[in-house]
């Protein structure tokens, strides 16, 4: 079965950093392509990065462009999200997925567990 487990979060100060790791087993990036997701108290899941390493693709949306980046270890099945200049806008529960066509919350198929990002200023 595929699986994930997102990992990384904590309280950071505004203007810190944090890098979030999201360890996937049961499959690889042929089959599966990987999303972060978070989600605010009161908001809807949103998408914060994707990666397609089998397409070597990538998507930000622009509240993450110049602050957020993912990557991934094909080897270790892990992807990651190093997330620099956070704000405290950037507080959420962050979850990673796994999709195979649209990087969207409604096309994720298998999540991991959420991790919980708290940027204080």
């Known amino acids: 079965d595929v699986q994930l487990q997102a990992s990384g979060g904590g309280l950071v100060q505004a203007g810190g950093s944090l890098r979030l790791s999201c360890a996937g087993s049961g499959f690889t990036f042929d089959d599966y392509a990987i999303g972060w997701f978070r989600q605010a108290p009161g908001k809807e899941r949103e998408v914060a990065a994707c990666?397609?390493?089998?397409?070597?693709?990538?998507y930000y949306p622009d509240s993450a462009k110049g602050r957020y980046t993912i990557s991934s270890d094909n080897a270790k099945n892990t992807v990651y999200l190093q997330m620099n200049s956070l704000k405290p806008e950037d507080t959420a529960v962050y979850y990673c997925?796994?999709?195979?066509?649209?990087?969207?919350?409604?096309?994720?198929?298998?999540w991991g567990q959420g991790t919980l990002v708290t940027v204080s200023s």
């Open positions: 990666i397609s390493p089998s397409l070597s693709s990538i």
């Open positions: 997925g796994a999709y195979q066509v649209e990087c969207d919350p409604f096309e994720v198929s298998h």
